[in-house]
DNA sequence: CTTCTGACGAAAT
DNA sequence: CATTTCGCCAGAA
């Protein structure tokens, strides 16, 4: 059985305003999804959804270059969101904390598990 | 069935 | 930091 994209949408969903998250952080809360993937579910997104696509970085914070680029960043900037001189967010600053109580429950996972899959990502940018 | 192609990530250089 | 290299894998052709 292949994945169903709504769970990627799902939890893009999940991201609020002001804050950014990478397909690979989204992925490892997707058990059986990977980042790639990820970034193939928003690109087969249809162009008047209201999945905030525009949150969605990669791990180093830069936005993936292709048409539409300068959109998300011009979006990004509308939220309050800063960027560096070499053109990634600044993730220090904006990483998405983690999924909502409410994606948790519908999702059926272990909240503690949730909670070590966040903080491994944190750990990770911080380390660098 | 085979080939090609990425909205990626991590480590090495 | 920026670039390169390789692993990964579902769809489209």
């Known amino acids: ?9 799902d939890l893009v969903d999940d991201v ?3 804050s950014v998250a990478s397909y690979g952080m989204l992925a490892s809360l997707l058990p059986g999804v990977t980042a790639r993937m990820v970034g ?3 690109s087969r997104l249809e162009d008047g959804a209201k999945t905030p696509w525009h949150r969605i970085v990669n791990s180093t914070g830069a936005i993936a270059p292709r048409p539409g680029a300068a959109e998300q960043r011009q979006r990004l900037e509308g939220e309050g969101i800063a960027f560096r001189k070499n053109g ?4 220090g600053a904006h990483q998405w904390p983690g999924p909502s109580p409410i994606w948790i429950e519908k999702s059926c996972m272990d909240p503690i598990d949730v909670m070590e899959i966040v903080s491994t990502w ?4 911080s380390d660098k």
């Open 40 to 42: 193939r579910a928003l």
């Open 122 to 125: 944190r750990r990770r940018r």
């Open 16 to 18: 609020p305003n002001g």
């Open 1 to 9: 059985m292949s994945f169903d994209f709504q769970q990627v949408y």
């Open 88 to 91: 990634h967010v600044d993730m």
